[in-house]
């Protein structure tokens, strides 16, 4: 199994900065794409960013020039720098990782446990 651990949530002002992070482990063989996902209470989740191995990106609109998606294969991890942050973008905040097992001959996702970002003055 791949496990994901998430962390750098919490509560901010409007306008301050953020960074989560996101390290997968377990008996990985490849990681394709990675990415964070955001949902409210009552609303689906909702995309916010991807990244792909080779590095190419996509963001959701709303996102776009504020955040700022990295990883580091090494590290197996992935991150997501939030600037400009808006009480909108308040959500749970979930991290997203195509792996295969070295016991495996495919690709699965995997998600995170969450986490909590708040922004409010």
């Known amino acids: 199994q791949v496990q994901l651990v998430e962390s750098g949530g919490g509560l901010v002002q409007p306008g301050g900065s953020l960074r989560l992070s996101c390290a997968a482990s377990?008996?990985?063989?490849?990681?394709?794409?990675m990415g964070w996902y955001r949902q409210v209470p009552g609303k689906e989740r909702e995309l916010v960013a991807t990244?792909?191995?080779?590095?190419?990106?996509n963001y959701a609109v709303s996102v776009k020039g504020r955040f700022t998606i990295s990883r580091d294969n090494a590290k197996n991890t992935v991150y997501l720098q939030m600037n400009s942050l808006k009480p909108e973008d308040t959500a749970v905040y979930y991290c997203?990782?195509?792996?295969?097992?070295?016991?495996?001959?495919?690709?699965?996702?995997?998600w995170g446990q969450g986490t909590q970002v708040t922004v409010s003055s």
């Open positions: 997203n990782v195509e792996g295969r097992l070295y016991s495996s001959t495919y690709y699965s996702h995997y």
């Open positions: 990244i792909s191995s080779g590095g190419r990106t």
């Open positions: 377990g008996s990985i063989f490849s990681i394709n794409a």
